[in-house]
């Protein structure tokens, strides 16, 4: 290179996945089949309807220019229309809902908008990676709160109250929670709601997951009284519509909130491919008979997948929800151990599955596996380990 590095780029790694994803791609050329339970990409298709609302709209002339930065009003209008169905939640589309090019861009824009280099950033421990370093990337001091298993993955606000919360500006939350599986609560919610409004923070909570394997009415954040004055929600396609390389997500709060983002937006991109929208439009209108479907072969396969840890020795609870399988050795290895144990399934058996570490500290212990891997091929995955 002819010139440095920026120094940001000293704060970050590069994401796990991409050294396992390129091991996995060289095996896979020697002609080794690998079972890769590592990443949640939908392996399902979206609905037909949303496939057919593609097409029709890419073989139309007119489809092709920029779009409005806030999204096709009618795009906004569905969205409303499907929290107020799905969540019991109402929205004004004109003024608290922007489409994102996929809910990670708003983790951005949110953060963007909100913070200055300096700033704190308060991050699950466990949690999504990028609520870590895209914080980081733009210069903000990440403070990690504790999710622990004796709390049963919910925030310790006893130990939340303790912390200095100085110069913290936005805490990110995900329930149902990313990697254990843990279900959303109101009461958890509620405490959230009241924590940030006693200590002026703003919270951002991350709700890809709620229609997957739910077992009760899917929650939102808004459910909670006063919510909309302290809190941001961002929703995606990904997981619930099977959509996750189309990139489409949203982001819902209040006006100010929501136009603080639209102004980071628009100095990035250029508005969201019309095809996509009409899609985003006609995924929303399924019946739902379709997500019980997505969900029972999902359900099938997490059976097989708790077959797999019984032969293994690990410990599960069955009342996750997600498209992902928390687990623990029943005895404790240590990270080492763990990540020797993973490169031995992956060497040896051609199985792959993520460790609990990429996610933070309180996560060494642990492994994950996605449900994105067909039933015949979970049923294969177990017979290799009987061999």
């Known amino acids: 290179m002819i010139i440095s590095l920026a120094d940001r780029l000293k704060e970050v790694k590069t994401y796990y996945f991409v050294k396992k994803l390129e ?3 060289a095996l896979q050329k020697e002609g080794k089949d690998v079972i890769n339970f590592g990443i949640g990409s939908p392996d399902l298709p979206p609905s037909r309807e949303a496939i057919d609302a593609l097409i029709d709209t ?3 002339p007119d489809s092709h220019g920029y779009q409005p930065y806030k999204g096709l009003p009618e795009l906004r209008e569905s969205i409303e229309s499907w929290y107020l169905n799905t969540y019991g939640v109402d929205l ?44 980081k990337l733009l210069g903000c001091d990440v403070v990690k709160y504790n999710l622990k298993e004796d709390h049963n993955w919910y925030p310790d606000f006893d130990e939340l109250n303790k912390m200095d919360t100085t110069d913290v500006k936005i805490m990110f939350v995900n329930y149902p929670h990313m990697p254990t599986g843990t279900p959303a609560k ?22 890809p997951y709620s229609l997957v394997l739910n077992k009760a009415k ?27 390389g189309w990139r489409i997500g949203v982001l819902l709060g209040a006006e100010e909130y929501v136009n603080a983002a ?10 969201m491919y019309k095809g996509l929208q009409t899609a985003a439009i006609a995924a929303l209108n399924v019946e ?28 599960y ?35 792959f599955i993520t460790p609990g570490f990429i996610f933070g500290e309180n996560g060494s212990e642990y492994i994950r596996l996605s449900l994105c891997v067909p039933a015949k091929k979970v049923e294969e995955a177990y017979q290799r380990l009987l061999s």
């Open 262 to 271: 639209l102004k980071v937006k628009s100095n990035i991109d250029s508005g």
């Open 218 to 244: 899917p929650v939102s954040i808004f459910q909670v009284e006063g919510a909309m004055d302290v809190a941001v929600e961002l929703n995606s396609f990904s997981k619930s519509h099977n959509m996750a």
């Open 58 to 60: 890419s073989t139309s």
């Open 317 to 351: 609870s069955k009342e996750q929800e997600g498209m992902f399988v928390w687990a623990k050795p029943k005895e404790v290895l240590g990270v080492d151990a763990i990540t020797g144990y993973i490169d031995k399934l992956l060497f040896e058996k051609n199985i």
């Open 288 to 315: 739902e008979f379709w997500h019980e479907q997505r969900n029972d072969i999902y359900a099938e396969r997490r059976n097989g997948i708790f077959k797999i840890l019984d032969y293994l020795g690990f410990e």
């Open 186 to 207: 109101m009461e958890v919610f509620e405490k959230l709601v009241a924590f940030a409004r006693e200590k002026k923070i703003l919270l951002v909570h991350d709700n």
């Open 92 to 135: 004004d589309s004109h003024k608290e809902i922007l489409p994102l090019m996929g809910s990670k861009e708003g983790i951005l824009h949110i953060t963007l908008a909100f913070c200055n280099p300096g700033d704190k950033v308060l991050i699950p421990d466990p949690g999504y990676p990028t609520y870590a370093s895209l914080p």
């Open 23 to 25: 091991q996995i791609r």
